[in-house]
Nanobody
């Protein structure tokens, strides 16, 4: 069974930075595209960024130019570097594979952007 564990969240002031990690166990992520998603209070989960198995990336317009997704297949880990954070980035962040059949969701990483 695949397990996803997100970490690296926290409280940060507007304009600050955080780096999230997502470690997968029970499978290798190397052949999978991987997504980051987020869910703000009272809102539906939304897609944030994707990285293909070959390393190509794409981003939601709301984070383009501020967030960077990367992967380390040797560590079975996907990262999300978040810079110039805004209050509207406050959410629980999740990772999962870029496939219509998702792995079980992890607990997510809480990111709170507030002064």
């Amino acid at each position: 069974q695949v397990q996803l564990v997100e970490s690296g969240g926290g409280l940060v002031q507007p304009g600050g930075s955080l780096r999230l990690s997502c470690v997968a166990s029970g499978t290798s992520i190397s052949i999978n595209g991987m997504n980051w998603y987020r869910q703000a209070p009272g809102k539906q989960r939304e897609w944030v960024a994707v990285i293909s198995s070959g390393g190509s990336t794409n981003y939601a317009d709301s984070v383009k130019g501020r967030f960077t997704i990367s992967r380390d297949n040797a560590k079975n880990t996907v990262y999300l570097q978040m810079n110039s954070l805004r209050s509207e980035d406050t959410a629980v962040y999740y990772c999962n594979r870029a496939h219509e059949i998702k792995w079980d969701w992890g607990q997510g990483a809480q990111v709170t952007v507030s002064s």
